[in-house]
């Protein structure tokens, strides 16, 4: 009933989150707030009544214009190339350029969008044509598409790289990690041309076992029926995944939450503030990031039961018993495939030496194909946007992606 009793809550939310929003949006085109201290604190509640609730839709990407090697700026065509049941593949390029290197971007399924990763795409898209995995929501997904599992987050990988073609680049953030290095390893042993001429991990639980976080201490401190019984839920019929058992979103974000609260509340009291103040610029940073970070998205029962107990429990790819579709995943298979790592020093979802392990499973690569990156300072969203993520990070990445083509 989990799901039921949050869906009842929500409903019963909505009116008031409704009115707020629409006496904000009369308060704001009247400008009453630009004279009025009473009327801009008015404003300010009635900003933190309308943000505080979950939605369920994607938030658009927005990727904006970058600027071209003269110095002009190029819109960024998005288009959807190809679709599965639970997955778009999106594509970024610059318009009007030509060939640039391929790169497959591999989202998280962790409860929020693929738009999480804007930032990223905002980055790579300057030099690369970026294909980003936009999971659908597991909620809207008829039963009759079938079920969902990590063999099919794996598998919708390889299949992606199939439509990139030889010489295309992959790239995980975070989860995927763990899919993205058995899908390259997968290929290799097959001999398949479109093996990936590089991999990309970044802050990822490749080894969990390694300076765990409360993340993966708190997946280690109850047995998987407990995770199976306590966490998840069934969609309810009102919703075209109608019986779909699954993790649902708002659980994973209030868990995320919790681990931050503190932080949280002070961004809200900051934001009222900032609006009470008149900084409207500030306000709308914050504003703009809640609006993203409660975008939420159910997960599929299979796959988060299969994750949390194959990666963060059982730690099967460290230990070389992570299987794909009945086989074992080698990840020694890679031998010419460039591997760069990155990690953040002050990660607290992803401890440093988890997404390092990678270097030492793939033994076959050579060194010289190899790469590790500590980004000293960054926390765990530091490692893949923001400052240090296009600054840092970034001019590493994209060498690694020059010299395996």
Avoid at 148 to 167: A, C, K, Q, V
Avoid at 186 to 212: F, H, K, Q, W, Y
Avoid at 263 to 277: C, E, I
């Amino acid at each position: 009933m989990i799901y039921q009793t949050y869906q009842l809550i929500e409903d019963s939310s909505a009116a008031a989150r409704h009115v707020a929003r629409h006496a904000y949006a009369t308060l704001r085109h009247h400008h009453w707030d630009a004279h009025s201290p009473t009327v801009a604190r008015l404003l300010a509640g009635l900003e933190q009544v309308e943000l505080c609730g979950f939605t369920h839709e994607r938030p658009p990407f927005e990727i904006e214009p970058v600027t071209d090697s003269h110095g002009a700026l190029c819109p960024i065509d998005e288009e959807v190339v190809y679709k599965t049941d639970f997955c778009h593949l999106v594509r970024f390029r610059k318009a009007g350029t030509g060939e640039l290197p391929r790169l497959l971007l591999v989202a998280p399924m962790s409860g929020h969008f693929a738009t999480l990763l804007r930032g990223t795409v905002q980055t790579l898209v300057q030099d690369h044509e970026v294909y980003l995995t936009d999971w659908l929501n597991i909620r809207d997904i008829p039963a009759a598409s079938g079920e969902f599992d990590l063999d099919s987050y794996t598998g919708h990988i390889i299949e992606f790289m199939h439509h990139l073609g030889p010489g295309a680049h992959l790239m995980g953030v975070c989860q995927p990690t763990v899919s993205c290095l058995a899908a390259a390893a997968v290929m290799a042993e097959d001999g398949d041309p479109c093996t990936p001429a590089s991999l990309i991990l970044l802050a990822g639980p490749i080894d969990a076992r390694i300076n765990p976080t409360t993340v993966n201490d708190l997946a280690t401190s109850k047995p998987i029926e407990w995770f199976e019984q306590k966490l998840i839920g069934a969609v309810p019929f009102r919703y075209q995944g109608a019986g779909r058992k699954v993790y649902p979103g708002f659980l994973q974000l209030a868990a995320f939450m919790s681990m931050n609260s503190e932080r949280h509340r002070q961004s809200f009291r900051t934001l009222f503030d900032h609006r009470s103040n008149g900084e409207h610029d500030k306000a709308e940073a914050i504003r703009k990031f809640y609006r993203e970070y409660f975008a939420v998205m159910d997960l599929s029962a299979a796959f988060y039961i299969g994750t949390v107990r194959e990666v963060f429990q059982e730690h099967r790819l460290a230990r070389g018993l992570f299987r794909y579709r009945g086989r074992t995943v080698d990840p020694r298979a890679l031998r010419r495939t460039f591997l760069l790592t990155v990690e953040g020093e002050r990660d607290d979802i992803c401890g440093m030496g988890q997404t390092l392990a990678a270097q030492d499973l793939c033994r076959s690569v050579a060194p010289y194909r190899k790469m590790h990156h500590l980004q000293a300072g960054a926390g765990h969203y530091g490692v893949f946007s923001g400052k240090r993520w296009s600054h840092r990070i970034y001019p590493v990445v994209r060498s690694l992606i020059q010299d395996a083509a």
